[in-house]
Nanobody
Framework: QVQLVESGGGLVQPGGSLRLSCAAS????????MAWYRQAPGKGRELVAA???????SYADSVKGRFTISRDNAKNTVYLQMNRLKPDDTAVYYC????????????????WGQGTQVTVSS
């Protein structure tokens, strides 16, 4: 069975940093695209960052220059390094997995984690 488990969320002050991790099992990790989505209260799901099997990356305009997505295929783990955090970054962050066609927006991501809360507040 497929499992995606996020960790690393928490409370941080504006301007601070957090690193989220997503550990995957039950998939051939190195062949999959991975993504981070977020959902804030009263708002829809937003794609934050994605990385395909060849390590090409994509970012939402709102996080470019502040967030970095990376993957470690040996550990079956994808990361989201978040720097210079803003209150508007407050959301539940979800890890997702799918084929490279999901990265290209041809298909949806197939598998989702349970989410980890990120709160940015002074």
């Amino acid at each position: 069975q497929v499992q995606l488990v996020e960790s690393g969320g928490g409370l941080v002050q504006p301007g601070g940093s957090l690193r989220l991790s997503c550990a995957a099992s039950g998939i051939i990790f190195s062949r999959n695209a991975m993504a981070w989505y977020r959902q804030a209260p009263g708002k829809g799901r937003e794609l934050v960052a994605a990385i395909h099997s060849g390590a090409r990356t994509s970012y939402a305009d709102s996080v470019k220059g502040r967030f970095t997505i990376s993957r470690d295929n040996a550990k079956n783990t994808v990361y989201l390094q978040m720097n210079r955090l803003k209150p508007d970054d407050t959301a539940v962050y979800y890890c997702a997995s799918g084929s490279d066609y999901a990265f290209l927006h041809v298909y949806d991501y197939d598998y989702w984690g349970q989410g980890t809360q990120v709160t940015v507040s002074s």
